[in-house]
């Protein structure tokens, strides 16, 4: 049983198209994340939910657009990509209060 | 916002010796200092974690110390083994919803 689990786990697409990368997590947390890791590892939130509410939402493009269904699900929709979008999206959750993050297995984008 | 600082980027060992990554933090209020470990093509996974209110905690061959005054925490391997390979990472939270990462470090394990 995957605890988090993201969808698709590659993506191939050119620039200026439109993507999205959808994720659950059956571990019953009330706290999900989208992670950008860049070629050189770097991890930087992107986004923060927590029951479906937008709780931190970093700098990044408005050309990126969260939406939280349900607080099982955590999708990330990208529009106009861009060469430089390229990197490996991580999902991810916690209980509240607890602290540990529980990562998706990462989708990894390239545009082309 | 917070800022945290990692050291060494890359650090080779031989197996059987120990491996130190050390960490610095901007924000005094942080009070959760976790450890991820990520081997390649795979998930960041936490290994150990340390709060504000513990100066040293130890599992195994690995311990985390933490310097409040200072504002650094260092991760301590002992006895590496080649499956220590993997990229580590420190991070540093006020509160336990937003992480703030530092840069990451390439440990690898010399057989």
């Known amino acids: 049983d995957t605890a988090v689990s993201q969808t698709p786990k590659y993506l191939v697409t050119q620039m200026g198209n439109d993507k999205s990368i959808k994720c659950e997590q059956n571990?019953?947390?009330?706290?999900m994340y989208w992670y950008k890791q860049d070629s050189k590892k770097f991890l930087k939130i992107m986004f923060s939910?927590?029951?479906?509410?937008?709780?931190i939402n970093e700098t990044v493009p408005n050309r990126f657009s969260p939406k939280s269904p349900d607080k099982a699900h955590l999708n990330l929709h990208i529009n106009s990509l861009e060469l430089g979008d390229s990197a490996v999206y991580f999902c991810?959750?916690?209980?509240?209060?607890?602290?540990?993050?529980?990562f998706g297995e990462g989708s990894r984008l390239t545009v082309l | 916002g917070e800022n945290v600082e990692q050291h060494p980027s890359t650090l080779s060992v031989q197996e059987g010796d120990s491996a130190v990554i050390k960490c610095t933090y901007s924000?005094?209020?942080?009070?959760?200092f976790p450890w991820y470990k990520q081997e390649l093509g795979k998930r960041p996974q936490l290994i150990i974690d340390i709060r504000s209110n513990v100066g040293e905690k130890k599992d195994q061959r690995i311990a985390v110390t933490l310097n409040k005054t200072a504002k650094h925490f260092s991760l301590h391997i002992t006895e590496t083994q080649p499956e220590d390979s993997a990229v580590y990472f420190c991070a540093a939270a006020v509160s336990a919803r937003q992480l703030t990462f530092g840069s990451g470090t390439q440990l690898t394990v010399l057989p």
């Open positions: 571990l019953g947390h009330d706290t």
């Open positions: 924000d005094s209020a942080s009070n959760y």
């Open positions: 939910y927590n029951n479906k509410e937008l709780i």
């Open positions: 991810a959750s916690s209980p509240v209060g607890a602290g540990e993050l529980f």
